[in-house]
């Protein structure tokens, strides 16, 4: 896929891109102040969901399309980008119409290939920044489902956010991480910009600071925070958002190690890595010495050099030992076959 990183005019390219604000609209006082509040902490790209899924009926549902006048009143006011959250193609053609900059398509719609194609039709041909959070179930190829049906559908500047997995059984986090699954996306698909969200992972305000760092010790391109002028009071997800005073904190105190400390870190452990085979190199050729003084002796006492029995134990033992080194059976079967027929070819030299 030719994908583009996420920009925006004016938005720093450096990590990590943020984009925070409420959880959602609620009204146009709450919607005014947090963003005076979180542009003053140098946000750049400000968030509030207008359409709020919801586990169950009778929760907040969201202000509809009544907050994007609101959305654009930020824009004008503060100098912000705007995004928010789409889910049908009434979502997106409203959110267009009022100016927002850019879509995200949260994970309970993800998950519906349905839902994201309708989506998808509905942006065909408009040059907007999408970000795709994950699917709710830790499904790598549905994520990269939804990302191919927008891509089809003509959008370049597309990024995914990492929000994490839901599970039956929630205990630190509230959604789990499983980094590995956005690892694996950024090996696959290198050009897209990852966002982490921390606070829907984590469900609660103590986890932003840490899952961001994680974040950007992993390398992520950016971080999306929930951020209210009054948390507590918050119509939806209160426990996961934090002011934007404290929003200014946690960014200030992230780590954010470019890649030359990374490529550092890569050296010491390739140099590691350089010892360790040295080290087997050396102990592989002592082993073949000690052979040879064995087919020395097997040769002077008239045996054979295949002595299956002492093999196949020799096979069992190691397997047995690698596997619970964390190694596969296949593997170590491998390496002991190649040990083992060299170890039989030196000895034949030997024998001639
Ligand atoms: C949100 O961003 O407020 C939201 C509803 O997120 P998610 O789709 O990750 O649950
Ligand atoms: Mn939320």
């Not at 009204?27 to 947090?34: H, I, P, R, Y």
């Not at 509230?174 to 982490?196: A, G, K, T, V, Y």
């Not at 010790?217 to 426990?239: M, R, T, V």
Request: proline fraction near 5%.
């Amino acid at each position: 896929m030719d994908l583009n990183k996420i920009t925006l005019p004016g938005v720093e390219e450096k990590r990590p891109i943020v984009i925070a604000g409420p959880c959602s609209a609620e009204t146009e006082e709450q919607v005014m102040q947090t963003a005076q509040q979180v542009a003053e902490q140098g946000v750049k790209i400000f968030r509030a969901g207008i359409w709020k899924p919801r586990t169950k009926p009778g929760g907040f549902e969201g202000v509809g399309s009544e907050g994007l006048a609101w959305l654009r009143n930020v824009k004008k006011e503060t100098g912000m980008y705007v995004s928010t959250e789409v889910a049908t193609a009434k979502h997106v053609l409203e959110a267009l119409k009022y100016g927002v900059d850019l879509l995200w398509i949260g994970a309970r719609t993800t998950a519906n290939p349905f839902a994201v194609q309708e989506i998808a039709d509905a942006l065909q041909g408009v040059d907007i920044p999408v970000l795709i959070k994950n699917p709710v179930n830790p499904d790598l190829e549905l994520w990269i489902g939804a990302i191919e049906r927008i891509y089809n559908a003509g959008l370049r500047n597309i990024g995914v956010i990492h929000r994490g997995f839901s599970s039956y059984d929630k205990k630190l986090y509230r959604n789990l991480p499983q980094w590995h699954i956005p690892i694996e996306l950024h090996r696959r698909l290198p050009n897209l910009s990852i966002f982490c969200d921390p606070s829907h992972i984590g469900g609660s305000r103590e986890l932003i600071a840490p899952l961001s760092q994680q974040a950007m010790d992993l390398q992520f391109d950016g971080l999306i925070i929930e951020s209210h002028c009054n948390p507590d009071k918050a119509w939806s997800d209160k426990d996961q958002q934090v002011t934007p005073e404290v929003l200014g904190l946690i960014l200030n105190m992230l780590v954010v190690r470019e890649m030359n400390q990374t490529t550092e870190n890569l050296a010491t452990l390739r140099k590691q890595i350089d010892e360790i085979d040295m080290n087997l190199i050396e102990l592989l050729a002592k082993r073949m010495r000690i052979s040879r003084e064995i087919g020395q002796y097997k040769k002077e006492h008239d045996m054979p050099v295949l002595q299956t029995v002492r093999y196949d134990e020799i096979i069992s033992k190691r397997v047995a030992q690698a596997t619970a080194m964390e190694m596969s059976e296949e593997f170590m079967q491998t390496v002991l076959e190649a040990i083992h027929s060299e170890s039989v070819r030196q000895q034949m030299e030997i024998m001639k």
